[in-house]
C-alpha cells in the first residue's frame, strides 16, 4: 500500500520550500517531490531574492546562505542602437539595510529546502511526479515512477509549465501573450574586475534593467554576482511568433551592443539557459485550489513583472499554502470549499492585491510597444542634442528638440500616453 503523508509538495523551489516548511514547522508530515538531482539543479532566474520575505521564513540568512552580494544599485537602462541613458538610483542604506541579494538558484535553493528538511520534510530529489491520482474526483496523491505516493492534500508547486494544475484541470496551457521567453547567460569575470566596472565595493551589487533594443516588447536585465555577471533576455512569446526571430540571435545582438559589451569584455561563459516567465499579471491567475490540491508560486502565475518580482510572490503563496492546509488539518476537511480559503489569503495579501493593482499593465504594454521602442530612442536623441556643444543658439536648439518631440508623436499621442500611464500606476 502506498504511503500516506498529510501533504505531498511539487516541487522544492520557493515555493515548493515555502510551504513545506510552514506544515513542517507545525509538526505535518510534509514531502517533497523534486525531479532535479538536487533542488535548484535546473532552476534560473535573473535574479535577486528579497530580504522582506525571505525573511519571514529565515531570519538574517544571509549570515548563513550562499548569496553573491546585496544590491546597492538600480539601474534602468534605455538604450539605442550606439548609445544609451542611464537612471540609476544608488542608495548607502542598502549597505545597512540589504533590500535584495543576488544569488545563483543552483547554489541558494540546496541551502533554502534544507530549512525545511532540519524542520522535519522529507525531501526526494530526481523524481518526476507524472500525473495526480484521483478518487470520486477529488486528488489523493501523486504518481511517480517511484510508485504511488498519497497524501489529504497535494501542492502543485512544479514552476511555470506546471503539469500537475493542468492535469488537475485547474489551468490551461500558458498563452502565448502571457509568457515571456528569457535567454540568460552567466559570465565569469574577475571579482575585482567587476568592482571595478561597475563601481562598487565588496560586497555591493548592482541589478539592471535594460529596454530600446530589437523591435518590440524586449527587457534586458543584468546583474552583479561575486565573480560573474547574469546577463540576459526577455521577449514575450507572441512577440517571437510574430517576429520569427530567434531569442538567441536577440540576445547575441544585445550583447554586442557598444553600451554592453565593455562590461563582459573578456569574460568566460560559464552558463547558458533558456526560462519561460509568466508575465500574464492577475488577469492570467489560475484556479489555485480544488478538492485535495492547491497550486502556488510560478505555477499559478504569481509574478509581478512590473517590480521584477517573482521569489518573494512564490514563497508568499506557499506558507499561504501551507496555513491553509494545516487549518484544514483541524477539522480534516480537505474539500474544494474548505481550501478556497488559499485563494481569499491570496486575495488578502500583497501577492493579488499588488497583481490586481496591475492587472491591465501588460495588456497595455504588449498594445503599445513604441514605449520599448521609440521612447528610449527619443530620449538617447534628445539627449544628444542637448549635449552638443557648437555655434547654434539654445532657443534653436530647443525648438529643433521640441520638433523632433512632435514629428515622432503628436500632441495627443504624448497626452494620452500620460494619462494611460498615470490611470495606470495610480
Ligand atoms: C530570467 C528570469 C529572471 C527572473 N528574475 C527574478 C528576480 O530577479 N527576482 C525574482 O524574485 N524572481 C525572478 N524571476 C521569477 C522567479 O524565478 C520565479 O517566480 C520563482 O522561481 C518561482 O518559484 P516556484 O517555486 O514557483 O517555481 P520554480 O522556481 O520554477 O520551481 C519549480 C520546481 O519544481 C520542479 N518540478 C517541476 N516539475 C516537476 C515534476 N513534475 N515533478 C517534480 N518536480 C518538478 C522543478 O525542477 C523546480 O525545482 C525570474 C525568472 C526568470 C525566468
Known amino acids: 500500500m502506498a ?5 505531498i509538495v511539487v516541487g522544492a523551489g520557493p515555493a515548493g520550500i515555502a510551504a513545506a516548511y510552514t506544515m513542517a514547522k507545525a509538526g505535518l508530515n510534509v514531502l517533497v517531490l523534486e525531479k532535479g538531482e538536487k533542488p535548484g539543479a535546473k532552476n534560473m532566474f535573473g535574479g535577486v531574492i528579497f530580504r522582506y520575505h525571505t525573511e519571514k521564513l529565515a531570519p538574517e540568512f544571509w549570515k548563513t546562505a550562499p548569496i553573491e552580494r546585496h544590491v546597492v544599485e538600480y539601474q534602468y537602462w534605455f538604450l539605442s542602437k550606439d548609445s544609451h541613458v542611464l537612471l540609476s538610483h544608488r542608495n548607502q542604506k542598502f549597505n545597512g539595510q540589504y533590500n535584495a541579494f543576488t544569488v545563483h538558484r543552483a547554489k541558494f535553493d540546496p541551502w533554502f529546502a534544507k530549512l525545511a528538511e532540519d524542520a522535519g520534510a522529507l525531501i526526494i530529489n530526481r523524481t518526476t511526479v507524472d500525473d495526480v491520482l484521483k478518487e470520486d474526483g477529488k486528488i489523493v496523491g501523486v504518481s511517480t515512477e517511484r510508485g504511488n505516493m498519497l497524501a489529504d492534500v497535494v501542492i502543485a508547486a512544479d514552476g511555470v509549465n506546471s503539469m500537475l494544475s493542468k492535469q ?5 496551457e500558458i498563452a502565448g501573450d502571457a509568457a515571456v521567453l528569457a535567454v540568460k547567460e552567466v559570465i565569469a569575470l574577475p571579482k575585482q574586475k567587476i568592482e571595478d566596472r561597475f563601481n562598487l565595493g565588496a560586497e555591493e551589487g548592482v541589478a539592471a534593467l535594460l529596454v530600446g533594443f530589437g523591435p518590440g516588447m524586449h527587457a534586458g536585465f543584468m546583474y552583479t554576482n561575486r565573480d560573474t555577471i547574469s546577463l540576459g533576455i526577455g521577449v514575450s512569446i507572441r512577440d ?4 520569427r526571430q530567434r531569442p538567441n540571435e536577440i540576445y547575441e545582438q544585445f550583447k554586442k551592443h557598444p553600451s554592453i559589451a565593455p562590461l563582459v569584455k573578456d569574460g568566460e561563459l560559464k ?3 533558456a ?3 509568466p508575465e500574464g499579471g492577475y488577469n492570467y491567475v489560475v484556479n489555485v485550489s480544488t478538492d485535495g490540491m492547491l497550486v502556488a508560486g510560478d505555477a499559478a502565475m504569481l509574478v509581478n513583472a512590473i517590480n521584477w518580482e517573482g521569489t518573494n510572490l ?3 503563496s506557499g506558507i499561504l499554502a501551507g496555513e491553509t492546509v494545516i ?3 483541524k477539522t480534516n476537511d480537505f474539500t474544494a470549499p474548505n481550501l478556497s480559503r488559499y485563494r481569499q489569503r491570496l486575495e488578502e495579501s500583497f501577492v493579488l492585491k499588488d497583481l490586481k493593482k496591475y492587472r491591465d499593465v501588460p495588456k497595455f504594454f504588449a498594445a503599445n510597444t513604441h514605449f520599448f521602442t521609440l521612447y528610449p530612442e527619443a530620449m538617447n536623441d534628445l539627449a544628444y542634442m542637448w549635449h552638443i556643444t557648437d555655434d547654434e543658439l539654445k532657443a534653436d536648439r ?9 514629428k515622432h508623436r503628436s500632441r495627443l499621442g504624448l497626452l494620452r500616453d500620460a494619462y494611460h500611464l498615470w490611470r495606470l500606476f495610480s
Do not use: C, N, P
Open 398 to 406: 530647443i525648438r529643433r528638440m521640441k520638433d523632433y518631440v512632435f
Open 271 to 273: 552558463e547558458y539557459s
Open 275 to 277: 526560462h519561460i516567465i
Open 3 to 7: 504511503e500516506k503523508f498529510d501533504s
Open 240 to 243: 517571437l511568433e510574430e517576429s
Open 327 to 329: 487549518e484544514a488539518k
Open 168 to 172: 488537475a484541470g485547474l489551468r490551461q
Open 314 to 316: 512564490a514563497m508568499t
